[in-house]
């Protein structure tokens, strides 16, 4: 079976960094991977091309890269799922990474968020003999975050840090989840609360879902971030803006059918955090000068009495 | 310049542990790998870990006799002595740590069944369990903040005065050289399976640790002890775990039938792996085979115990075959998997090079003798990788100051840039595939004298053109071109290790199995093999021998 490849290449000892596109066509078994290609590449093609790879069965981690425009671990990627008629492939290295060289990525991102989060096991005491106690339900919890094999897919694809590289990132996260949700750990308190900061903390996730996308392994970074933040809350962790914001949203759809942004805004700042105030201005100006400035007062939703019945169902079932 | 104390070449289970102990003791360590330490070979190991527990009425002198025959009596019985019983502690000790393995109703840990042992004492996380402990291990290195030389390349190391004194080493992100300087360097880095093809190893299995130290005179010790796995997924040759069958899947013929029972009458599936592969082999040569495969059949088990068990096997199975286990059944064929040969140690990781220790798969205690049982391997890195970290602690007491000497430095990047600079000529790659296929094709399941000299044929030719490969990056930055063509010198070392050894043996024991001597010899052959370079040799290996310890086990005949 011929595949076509398109790869996007860095050399940078080439003059400060030079950035290209190169093609190649290799014959390889119809069963193959996409990782099975680029080594047909890289061994009987170009022997320059750069790229990281080990296992070949999903379980290292090392083979992330983005296959026509998003992140995947290419060990697990038929080339026949992805190119059913042998179109081009697009590899490009994972994003929101600094590119080392070809497809190889550096870890210090990856890996300096993991460690943002303490990533490891804090208990309050040790047993002397044997092991700690603990339900199996609450263990085979933990497997969802155990399955990450740090493979950086989520990271690369985050929208959030790729206009803000502060943001602590999913897999740091559902990591931090994985302490946060293990019954031998007694630091659970100081967990949420280091992780509700409001400078590149859980709140910053804006709910894109790419992270569950493109994890090939299940973990679903948001949805353990969404965890997270409701552990947040229960544990009355609510002075941040990521819960006024949460709490705006909820009340101003309940009562008018509809978002009122105005009032989101002022409310997920706080009312008299001056120069958040201050901050929204251009940004509200801005939004007039476009015609997008939402209006002063909220107006209701014709149809806000069956969302109200809605919340009103939603919240009695959860009950 | 940079110096440690202590440096571990090997960021996978043996390492880590060996770099948590040293910590511990106070000393300075590092940790050196190819690789960043959670892409390590170790997470591949699915199934489990094993450990007797005393207190749960189990007893190790029940694991370690289980182990001594699994290993077809090859096995030092004073070193499997110590590793069954360090191995509840061992165990608990990971729990401790972090690791979550799965539990019973009463919230202690739960087993399952393993191969070759009647007794369910095989602790687990899923199908994941190798990942979960290694992830759970570097979790431990953050904690205590260990210095680690991620994607450095070891190319040699530093013999001065018939004593080890450090490495030297590339780093990887930038392609410059450097001597790192050690009062003692443990090898951790993994077995050898590139030297086959299949293998269900990584591609970063190549041997580094067995040719590094081989290359400075230490013995590599019954290298033809190869473990054919008994399922691993055709053509690619990706491992599903012995835990299915530990689960309770069956393996049937083209006709349907448990062929086992031919074989292993008590055991079933679930015989050493040796005895299994055979027996799959068998039935493939005879014809009742499917296109070269035997099934491995899980659906009697159900969906919902196979989504929760075993999970990852049924990802493979899903992502690489397009087979639902719980549908059908999966067509799986022995396939190599792992070295029971290695460095040889003591119980301390020792090696005959002072301030050399070894531990995991690339050493030999020796445990695992002709055959390693299954969750014997994670038990072994765990075990020794601490007691190795331990024992360098006490050995560096005695160390002075560090070796001066910067030489070996010079020297190896003239050896590197002369490689470079080699005119174009073959690709390293294809002298690989040559060898790699002549080593499985004449030591295989299968083996005789004429496979072996075959195999010691193909590996002639191979050598024969190792000066003639030539490498086509001539950058310094990520220039894995090179790391290949060195790690091929690595692979050729152990492939002639390997054959020697196999030349040598004259009976069958274990994984080493003669159709032209189909008997075990313990008369003359309850010995180890010993490999030894020796440039003066035709084959350029010199083979001894010697005694296999037996302390309370008298060799009997193996029956499964």
Known sequence: MQVKLKVKRFDPADSGGKTWWQEYEVDVHPDSTVLDSLIEVREQADGTLAMRCACRASICGSCGMKVNGSAKLVCKTRVLDVAPNGEQLTIEPMGNQHVVRDLVISLDTFFNQINRVEPFLQPSFVPEKGEYTASNESMENLLTSMNCIMCGCCVSDCTVLEVDSNFIGPAALAKAWRFTEDPRDSKRDERLKALNDENGGMWDCTRCMKCVDVCPKGVAPMDRIMELREAAIEVGNTNTHGYHHTESFYKSVKKNGRLDETRLAIDSAGMFNIPRMLDLIPIGLAAMQKGKLPPLMPHKAEDHKKVKELYERVEGESK | MYEHDVLIIGGGLAGLRAAVEVTRAGADVAVISKVHPVRSHSNAAQGGINAPLTDRGDDWEGHAYDTIKGSDFLADQDAVEVMSSEAGEAVLELERMGVIFSRGEDGKLGTRAFGGQKVARTFFVGAITGSAILHVLFEQSLKLGLNVYEEWFVTKLIIKGGVCRGVVAIDLKTGEMHTIKAKAVIMAAGGAGRVFEPSTNALICTGDGLSLAYQVGVPLMDMEMIQYHPTTLARTGILMSEAARGEGAYLLNAAGERFMEKTAPDYMELASRDVVSRAEQTEIDEGRGIDGNVLLDLRHLGRDFIEQRLGYLQ????????????????????????????????????????????????????????????????????????????????????????????????????RLQALLDRPKGERVATIRDDMARGMTKGIGVFRDQASMEGALENLANVKSRMGGFSIENKGKVFNTDLMFGLELEFMVDCAEAVVAGALTREESRGAHFRTDITERDDENWLKHTLMYKDEESETGVRVETSDVSITQWEPVKRVY
């Open chain 2, 315 to 414: 990802e493979v199975s899903v992502e690489f075959l397009g087979i639902d286990m719980a549908e059908q059944p999966v067509p799986v064929q022995p396939g190599m998997h792992y070295i029971m040969g290695g460095i040889k140690t003591d119980v301390d990781g020792a090696t005959n090079v002072p301030g050399l220790y070894a531990a995991g798969e690339c050493a030999n205690v020796s445990v695992h003798g002709a055959n390693r049982l299954g969750a014997n391997s994670l038990l072994d890195t765990v075990v020794f990788g601490r007691r190795s970290g331990a024992h360098a602690v006490e050995y560096i007491k005695s160390v002075g100051a560090h070796s001066p000497a910067q030489e070996d430095l010079a020297s190896e990047k003239s």
